[in-house]
């Protein structure tokens, strides 16, 4: 919902009959009067450097390192990013993965704005409408720009922020090769004391699904693609699944004994959180997996799923073709391959429910853009814990999840896959308004 365009809002604009043409650009931005309360500038440069380790990495960097500066906003504040693009070959956009922001911000090159070339610039101008961990990439030829280094953390702090919590941002992206958090290869280490709490929180920017686990201390699940859950019961030698371009805010509060906790990220280096010492053995992966269909406790959606105003299946296949005139064997959805696929077509306001199955013999994480979905089921089975609301979802072969969401922000969305090779070999769909 954009208050500040009551004249746009509910489902005027769909049931009149004009239709997309009835909507003017200028719904599909933040109010341009309004004074930016965060006001940052990103110039993206072609650069060599180093990690940490001395290891060089030719790629890219936002003002001077990769990943880029961590974003830090409240809820409400008016974000607005300038992003200058100094010698970034073919373009670049940025696009603020997991944040709901109006259209015209969403940085989809070719659909939402042009990419910007070497010496422009583009401003994007949003409000962050909801508290949790997000993070920001290029949306241009992603699957390089991305993995090359244009990427940071954005981090939103609720209103009435909770006093006394050590927060850390771990942040894990490969670069060539080198597996890292928050851009180095070793240990993140962060001073907490003891009986104190500590919400990591987990981005990541890599193409597959990594596990997360804890050593020294039980943690809580607290936020999953910037959504707290409710009523996160703390849980012990267990691993959380963390979707490729998902996030996962683990909670831990550390032991009264001062012993050091290690959050192991993906099985390479941690977090280690301590005060006297950071000697936190490393742990196993626990064989038990998280699973958040069942995890924490029932609350309200917000939206009846039942009572769908849409209704769409989305079947991920893989079938011989041509894509832009290459043979292969390319990934379908609904049979189509992009740009082949018809969009998904809704008014603001529907309730959307959706039907995933994956038919394709490989897993996707699925990103829907300017939306969070809430989980319903997986494979028939019934969501029992905390509303699972995600933006970024693993769909593994042979799976199929049914998920809901309200249709309260207009315009051109992509929903595609987040391993991104598989976004240029033809898994990608846009959803509309109408
Ligand atoms: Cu994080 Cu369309 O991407
Ligand atoms: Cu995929």
Same mark, same amino acid.
């Given at each position: 919902e954009h208050p500040q365009h009551p004249q746009h809002s509910g489902h005027s604009a769909g049931h009149t009959g004009h239709g997309a043409a009835a909507r003017s650009l200028t719904s599909l931005t933040a109010d341009p009067d309004r004074e930016a309360d965060v006001a940052i500038t990103l110039v993206a440069r072609e650069q060599r450097f180093r990690l940490p380790t001395g290891r060089p990495v030719d790629g890219y960097t936002l003002n001077g390192t990769s990943p880029g500066p961590v974003i830090h906003a409240s809820v409400g504040q008016l974000v607005q990013v300038r992003l200058v693009n100094e010698s970034v070959p073919g373009g670049i956009t940025l696009h603020w993965h997991g944040v709901d922001v109006p259209g015209a911000a969403d !940085? $989809? /090159? !070719?659909v939402t704005q042009d990419a910007v070339g070497v010496g422009g610039s583009f401003t994007y101008r949003f409000v962050a409408g909801q508290a949790g961990t997000f993070w920001y990439h290029s949306h241009q030829v992603s699957h390089e720009q991305v993995r090359r280094g244009l990427l940071g953390a954005l981090v939103v702090a609720p209103e009435r922020p909770s006093t006394g919590v050590v927060d850390v941002v771990a942040l894990m992206h490969l670069y060539d090769g080198a597996r890292t958090i928050n851009g180095r290869e070793g240990d993140v280490r962060t001073e907490a004391r003891p009986g104190e709490r500590v919400r990591v929180r987990v981005i990541n920017t890599e193409n597959g699904q990594t596990p997360v686990w804890v050593g020294g201390a039980p943690f809580r699940l607290a936020a999953v693609d910037g959504t707290d859950l409710h009523g996160p019961a703390p849980v012990r030698d267990t691993a959380v699944l963390v979707t490729a371009g998902g996030r996962a805010d683990i909670e831990v509060t550390m032991p009264e004994d001062g012993s050091p906790v290690r959050v192991h990220v993906g099985g390479r280096a941690g977090v280690v959180l301590g005060s006297r010492s950071y000697d936190a053995p490393a742990v196993p992966r626990p064989a038990v997996t998280l699973d958040p269909l069942s995890y924490g406790t029932p609350a309200p959606l917000g939206l009846d799923a039942d009572r769908p105003d849409r209704r769409f299946d989305y079947e991920i296949g893989r079938r011989p073709g041509f894509l832009d005139g290459r043979p292969g064997v390319w990934w379908t959805i609904n049979g189509h391959m992009f740009p082949d696929v018809p969009m998904f077509v809704v008014a603001e306001g529907d309730v959307v429910r959706v039907r995933i199955v994956n038919d394709s013999g490989e897993p996707h994480p699925m990103h829907l853009h300017g939306h969070h979905a809430v989980v319903l089921s997986r494979d028939g089975v019934r969501a029992t814990g905390s509303p699972w609301w995600v933006d970024?979802?693993? $769909? !593994? /072969?042979g799976e199929t999840y049914e998920i809901a969401f309200v249709a309260g922000n207009p315009g051109i969305w992509m929903d595609h896959c987040h391993n991104l090779p598989h976004a240029t070999e033809g898994l990608v769909a846009h959803l509309m308004y109408e």
């Open positions: !940085g $989809v /090159a !070719g970024s979802l693993e $769909v !593994g /072969a």
